[in-house]
C-alpha cells in the first residue's frame, strides 16, 4: 500500500556533499517514523538517521554533525543533507518509513528499494 521512492544518490569525492530525498506515497493513516538506512559492500544495514511526525530525531554516531535529516509531513517526504563525506559513508541508502494503515492500529515498516552513494577521488 506504501510506495517510497528515493532519488539523489550519485558518486562525490570525499569531503563533498549530496542530499538525498524520498516521496512516500499511498494510503495511509499516518507516518510515525521516517529515516534513512545504509548498507555498505558486504556489510549489515545500518540506521544512518530518523525522524518522528513531531520532528525528534536520532543519528548514528558516525555521521553526527556531518548528517541532517528533516521531513515535510504534508507533503510525506524526507530529506538527508550529507557533508563532509568520507569514503565509509560509501553505501545504498534505503528510505524507511513507519507508518498505520486506516485498517490497522499498529505500525508496519516500508522500504524503498535503495539509491547508491560513492564517495571516492
Known amino acids: 500500500q506504501v510506495q517510497l521512492v528515493e532519488s539523489g544518490g550519485g558518486s562525490v569525492q570525499p569531503g563533498g556533499s549530496l542530499t538525498l530525498s524520498c516521496a512516500a506515497s499511498?494510503?495511509?493513516?499516518?507516518?510515525?517514523?521516517m529515516g534513512w538506512y545504509r548498507q555498505a559492500p558486504g556489510g549489515q544495514r545500518e540506521l544512518v538517521a530518523t525522524i518522528t511526525s513531531g520532528g525528534s530525531t536520532n543519528y548514528a554516531d558516525s555521521v553526527k554533525g556531518r548528517f541532517t535529516i528533516s521531513r515535510d509531513n504534508a507533503k510525506k517526504t524526507v530529506g538527508l543533507q550529507m557533508n563532509s563525506l568520507k569514503p565509509e559513508d560509501t553505501a545504498v541508502y534505503y528510505c524507511?518509513?513507519?507508518?498505520?494503515?486506516?485498517?490497522?492500529?499498529?505500525?508496519?515498516?516500508?522500504w524503498g528499494q535503495g539509491t547508491r552513494v560513492t564517495v571516492s577521488s
Open positions: 524507511y518509513c513507519q507508518a498505520r494503515s486506516f485498517s490497522s492500529s499498529y505500525p508496519r515498516p516500508y
Open positions: 499511498g494510503s495511509m493513516f499516518s507516518i510515525d517514523v
